[in-house]
């Protein structure tokens, strides 16, 4: 009896795993660069289900991406890198037990803008110009005379 009890248990274990693996799905692709065609590596995706983060991946060295497993469903889908447009794919369906292939071309932004700010140096009280805030900077060398900022910084 014990034997047909315990036989029991792990064909129902088996059954509800095999069933539980088949409810979900996949979804997979490569992105590329619109204009050279080449692949882009390291572009973030994003997948979402009703607003909902359901899972997310990076592109390999040849620009492919798989992220599973996910539910049946309709999914939104982004596509993010610094030096690219962001594109997002709605109503994409992902059906259980199927891999559904999804390509992105990526069109490259004309120019990324940086903006560093730096404050540095040793607090003096006598200074009326410290901390370096806003408006002019003065910076000081070690003997206390201004120094000259190099490389077109102002």
Known sequence: MKRIIYF????????AGSVANGQTGKLAGRVTDEAT???VPGVYIIVKLDGALKGHA????????????????IYSVEFINIAFWKVTRNDVPVEA????????????TSAIECVISIECGIPDPWRTNWPVRGGERTFYRGDGQPATLGAGLK
């Open 8 to 15: 029991l248990i792990l064909l129902l274990g088996s059954l």
């Open 97 to 108: 037990e199927m891999t559904r292939f999804l390509n992105a071309e990526l069109k490259e």
């Open 37 to 39: 065609k080449e692949p």
């Open 58 to 73: 990076v592109t390999d060295e040849k620009g492919f991406y798989s992220v599973s497993p996910l539910e049946p469903g």
